[in-house]
């Protein structure tokens, strides 16, 4: 049976699809697609065997995953995808209400983190469909990520005020933000440890092969939507999808203050496959 791997259905995972197709390494896995929310659970129902799935979706179900190395969706900064779209400046915001989008569960913690820790807010918090104008008509801001947030940031007029939660983050603690890790169901690996190698190798080498032709990478996505080519590189060259050691302090200084907030019940430990 072909391993089955999940991949995220926003454009930030195009580099790693479009290398796939160029290596024609679709043949050996069946690739299925959804947003974040969708791979966590699919991952939890073992309906998945390895997926991108949300940060915080690793730190609550660690002791059944081990973590791809080499690999993931980081910013060191602006993200540009993962914005907060507000009424009134940030600081304004005690008390007041934001929707969140229902397609991510990091940036939810992250947006209480940053607004709690760094701003000393209480909002009210509801989650809600994606859409801007609708969140706006309930909320006085709004958190997108990903393809909601690109199109969103894309139209927008001048009269929000906009924050990357990338940036917001470094700004505040001086450490990359990783938003999504490659995660690995414990069970599937212990039993195929060389077809996970095989995955892990081709994985990293189809990154490296877009990120070396990102031009390409971006003539091709721009095809498909509504962006143009430029707009993809600068976006594309904002986004780290390796898994270094200072991704992985940026990631443990996450877990620990969403632990601090309540928002985990325990810090978990970074296990990656050994390779």
């Known amino acids: ?9 926003f454009i930030n995972c195009f580099p790693l699809f479009y290398g796939l197709i160029e290596k024609k390494f679709l043949l050996e896995i069946d690739l299925i697609k959804g947003n974040p929310t969708d791979l966590n659970r699919m991952l939890h129902d073992n309906l998945l065997d390895l997926a991108p799935i949300s940060s915080i979706a690793y730190a609550r179900n660690f002791r059944d995953y081990i973590l791809m190395p080499d690999i993931s969706v980081s910013a060191d900064g602006e993200v540009k995808s993962i914005y907060l779209f507000s009424r009134v400046p940030i600081e304004d915001l005690n008390g007041k209400k934001i929707a969140l989008s229902n397609t991510s569960a990091t940036s939810h913690a992250l947006l209480r983190i940053i607004m709690h820790n760094f701003y000393h807010a209480s909002p009210e918090y509801f989650v809600s469909v994606p859409e801007l104008r609708a969140m706006l008509m309930e909320a006085d801001a709004a958190l997108l990520i ?7 940031r894309y139209k927008t007029a001048d009269q929000l005020y906009i924050y990357d939660l990338g940036q917001e983050w470094k700004q505040f ?66 986004l780290r999808f390796d898994f270094d050691r ?30």
């Open 1 to 9: 049976m072909r391993p089955r791997v999940g991949h995220i259905q």
């Open 173 to 238: 603690t001086g450490l990359p933000m990783v938003f999504a890790v490659w995660a690995i169901r414990r069970e599937f690996a212990q039993k195929n440890p060389e077809m996970v190698r095989v995955i892990k190798n081709t994985f990293c080498d189809s990154m490296k092969f877009s990120l070396e032709n990102i031009e390409d990478v971006a003539a091709k996505a721009s095809q498909w939507e509504d962006f143009d080519a430029a707009y993809l590189v600068d976006y594309f060259n904002s």
């Open 146 to 152: 990903g393809d909601d947030a690109l199109r969103a």
């Open 246 to 275: 200072k991704q992985q302090e940026g990631l443990t200084e996450y877990y620990r203050q969403a632990y601090n907030m309540g928002l985990l019940d325990e810090v978990p430990p970074l296990e990656l496959l050994p390779v």
